[in-house]
């Protein structure tokens, strides 16, 4: 079975530019989570998505966004991208979430603002 | 507020040496644990996981951890490190009510020969 998907690995964009982000989970999952991972803070839960709805939120601001697909993949897009939005975007995706429900990560995006 | 700690950021062992990596969270209610392993450049790896039951749990490539409530912990461990266990290791609490994880700011492992 294949894991998780992300494309594209690497992306460098300059400041005040927008990106999207794509993830395939894996086949059955119907849950898809995203998740920032910087030195300084670590992984920082943003959203997850559940049957094309978001079910839970963490404490980004508005220009962090995302969506899910009826065939489970996600995308997650970033308006006016700032410095600080430099970092390693992860996806992890889950059969259907909460308890029993192990995350299983992507290798993630690389993204440099420069 | 739910968080996990781990408090050794950086852990350096000998190779066929034992180790312990701890982890500490906080939930009101019962947890659901885990930990995870990532190599450079890639994403985490689900090690093992502890949902109820028996609170010594198995994992892959040999890794146990054990779930003590009286502690609030859940530290992992192995009883010989190879070279290839060098890598970062992140504990995880996962609510039950949805799937948001929260992780801890995870363990550095170097492995010498």
């Known amino acids: 079975k294949a894991g998780v998907t992300q494309t594209p690995r690497y992306l460098i964009k300059t400041r005040g530019q927008q990106v999207t982000l794509s993830c395939s989970p894996i086949s059955g999952h119907r849950s898809v989570s995203w998740y920032q991972q910087t030195p300084g803070q670590g992984l920082q839960f943003l959203f997850e998505?559940?049957?094309?709805?978001?079910?839970n939120k963490g404490n980004f601001p508005g220009r962090f966004s995302g969506r899910q697909f009826s065939n489970s993949r996600s995308e997650m897009n970033v308006s006016t991208l700032e410095l600080g939005d430099s970092a390693l975007y992860l996806c992890a995706s889950s059969r259907q979430g909460g308890e029993n429900s192990p995350l299983h990560f992507g290798n993630g995006t690389r993204l440099t603002v420069t | 507020a739910q968080s996990v700690t781990q408090p050794d950021i950086h852990i350096t062992v000998s190779e066929g040496a034992s180790l312990e990596l701890r982890c500490n969270y906080s939930y009101g209610a019962t947890p659901y644990l885990f930990w995870y392993v990532q190599s450079p450049g890639q994403g985490l790896q689900l090690l093992l996981k502890y949902f109820s039951g028996d609170t010594l749990v198995q994992g892959i490539k040999g890794f146990e951890a054990e779930f003590k409530r009286s502690q609030s912990s859940f530290n992992l461990r192995k009883p010989s490190v190879h070279w290839s266990d060098a890598a970062e290791y992140f504990c995880?609490?996962?609510?039950?009510?949805?799937?948001?994880?929260?992780f801890g700011t995870g363990t550095s492992l170097t492995v010498i020969p």
């Open positions: 998505y559940f049957s094309e709805t978001q079910r």
């Open positions: 995880a609490v996962a609510t039950n009510t949805g799937n948001q994880f929260y």
